[in-house]
């Protein structure tokens, strides 16, 4: 599905992740992990095209980033849901339209799609919201909008780019929840994250392999989480 293999990316001319290989299969769940900077951010964009390797192979779906053109990566681009970390919204638009945004860029008929929406909304608690503006919303209201703006096109994967960073416990747990669901229908889920708690929390109720970014290489964690 997606595929890493020897992978290096360079910034500002110093290497900031260094022969990093990794396999997202269907269906399976990962914890992303490791200190501020350590380029978790940079690695969940590696794997959704939005960046290129300097060194080493990125594959989405069988293809090698590289040899794509552009409409190809947009198109491997729509089969990967992302949960960026600052959740940006058009604040003139209300949290409806602002879910159903990428069904308009992709050029799909909304109104065919307004009872899938309506339902979707309802999965994350926010059919009561469907009107209001994003500057109205919560923290944790914000980061719920934000996943089901990523689930929206049905994509085969979701990247979440620390998706509990800014919301309380209890939150977090009700994010953690939906991920779990959307694993349980089959969906590949990437989380990257600082809270360990959150990870442990989690062990209980999915199988997820944990790693570690640590000296700009990736490294299975260990039991000690």
């Given at each position: 599905m997606i595929e890493l293999d020897s992978v290096a990316y360079s910034y500002g001319g110093g290497e900031l992740l260094s022969d990093i290989s990794l396999k997202l299969q269907p269906g399976s769940f990962h914890f992303l992990t490791?200190?501020?900077?350590?380029?978790?951010?940079?690695?969940?964009?590696l794997c959704y095209g939005a960046l290129f390797p300097t060194a080493g192979h990125v594959t989405l779906f069988g293809q090698d980033v590289h040899a794509m053109e552009r409409d190809d990566i947009a198109k491997a681009r729509r089969r990967i849901g992302v949960v960026h970390q600052d959740c940006q919204f058009l604040d003139h638009m209300n949290v409806s339209d602002n879910i159903a945004l990428p069904?308009?860029?992709?050029?799909?008929?909304?109104?065919?799609?307004?009872a899938?929406?309506?339902?979707?909304?309802?999965?994350?608690?926010l059919k009561s919201r469907a009107s209001a503006l994003p500057p109205e919303l919560s923290g944790g209201e914000r980061q719920r909008a934000a996943l089901a703006r990523a689930v929206i096109m049905s994509p085969d994967a979701i990247l979440a780019d620390e998706p509990t960073g800014n919301v309380d416990w209890d939150m977090s747990q009700r994010l953690l929840r939906l991920l779990i669901e959307l694993n349980r229908m089959?969906?590949?889920?990437?989380?990257?994250?600082?809270?360990?708690?959150?990870?442990?929390?989690?062990?209980?109720?999915?199988?997820?392999?944990?790693?570690?970014?640590?000296?700009?290489?990736?490294?299975?964690?260990?039991?000690?989480?």
């Open positions: 490791g200190p501020s900077g350590s380029g978790k951010t940079t690695l969940l964009k069904l308009l860029v992709s050029g799909r008929d909304i109104l065919s799609q307004s899938n929406l309506s339902e979707l909304m309802n999965w994350v608690g089959g969906k590949t889920i990437m989380v990257a994250t600082h809270d360990l708690a959150l990870i442990r929390a989690a062990k209980s109720h999915v199988q997820a392999r944990v790693l570690r970014i640590s000296n700009q290489r990736l490294q299975l964690a260990g039991a000690d989480l």
